[in-house]
């Protein structure tokens, strides 16, 4: 058995561009929608009051790989000038269960997130949507704002942020970007909303959401945890990566459920399953369409691998 390597972050980027991962992460999701991984829902600890974290193994079966990404989210960071999201990814031989390679999953993680977004706008997003607005303005402000364009032709793209100065910075890095006064202003007729801030409330209310209009949400990953107004997700075609994470892990529906405002079976669908399946997945160009991400373990491997079979 070769000694195991160490791949560092710069390594890491420099072996996945988006417009490659956005792809990958399309057949890896129709992979886990199809029964071709083996997958628990991930196990999370609470560190600090304000920190987790999570283990996240997974087993991809066909082409085979298998691996683990440990993930923690420590939101006091960021007033230390640190990433509030660290991981580390180890990537194992699924013949013997060797150690082939530790990584850092940092950027992985930042950057599978946005792609699988993407995969979610190129699926469910209008042909013609023109406006993107991003809520939010950190490290996935910057990854959805490379990805989301990728799949669709913005004629204008806005961003807000709670926090003035990194708003100021975000369009300062990215002039095409718009600054708003408000989240609703940046929301208001927008086609595609991506939240991606690390809010634990609502950020954004049903009725700023246009017809035909397409929701990510990327943050409130915790069960107590919500970003949008359950109006919204009643009202909405709900997607998500994984239903068994979801109806464990997701504030804004287990929420909802919980005070009564609409059943496990507002879940339309996993994303997985709609891959291959149409060039679009929309009914019509009115309805509301809401992708729920929370991030797979074999997001994680499948990127692992990738970068691993280029060095």
């Not at 890491?12 to 997958?39: K, N, Y």
């Not at 809520?135 to 989301?148: F, R, Y």
């Not at 109006?231 to 005070?259: H, P, T």
Request: hydrophobic share 45%.
């Amino acid at each position: 058995m070769s000694n195991p390597v160490w791949i560092s972050e710069e390594q890491v980027r420099a072996a996945l561009p988006m417009a490659p991962l956005i792809d990958l992460m399309a057949e890896t999701l129709a992979a886990f929608s199809s029964g071709q991984v083996e997958q628990p829902v991930r196990t999370v600890i609470q560190a600090a009051p304000d920190a987790f974290f999570g283990c996240m193994p997974a087993l991809i079966k066909t082409p085979r790989a298998m691996g683990a990404k440990l993930v923690t989210v420590f939101r006091s960071n960021a007033a230390k000038g640190l990433p509030t999201h660290l991981a580390t990814i180890i990537l194992l031989d699924p013949d013997t269960g060797g150690l082939l390679a530790v990584m850092d999953g940092r950027y992985i993680t930042e950057a599978r997130t946005a792609a699988v977004s993407a995969v979610s706008a190129r699926l469910l997003a209008r042909e013609d949507a023109s406006v993107l607005a991003l809520i939010g303005s950190g490290v996935q402000a910057h990854s959805h704002l490379e990805a989301l364009t990728l799949v669709r032709n913005f004629k204008e793209i806005r961003c807000w942020s709670p926090t003035r100065p990194h708003l100021e910075r975000f369009v300062t890095a990215h002039p095409q970007v718009r600054p708003s006064a408000s989240a609703r202003e940046a929301a208001d007729g927008a086609d595609v909303i991506a939240l991606v801030t690390a809010s634990t409330t609502p950020v954004i209310e049903n009725h700023w959401v246009r017809n035909g209009a397409h929701v990510i949400a990327v943050g409130a990953c915790r069960p107590t945890e919500r970003e949008m107004d359950p109006e919204l997700i009643a009202r909405g075609r709900l997607f998500v990566d994984s239903r068994a994470a979801a109806l464990k892990e997701a504030g804004d529906i287990l929420l909802g459920i919980a005070e009564g405002r609409f059943t496990p079976e507002q879940i339309e669908a996993e994303l997985g399953t709609l891959v291959g399946a149409s060039s679009n997945a929309r009914r019509n160009k009115s309805e509301i369409t809401i992708f729920k991400s929370l991030g797979l373990a074999v997001e994680d491997v499948a990127s692992a691998q990738y970068v691993f079979s280029l060095q």
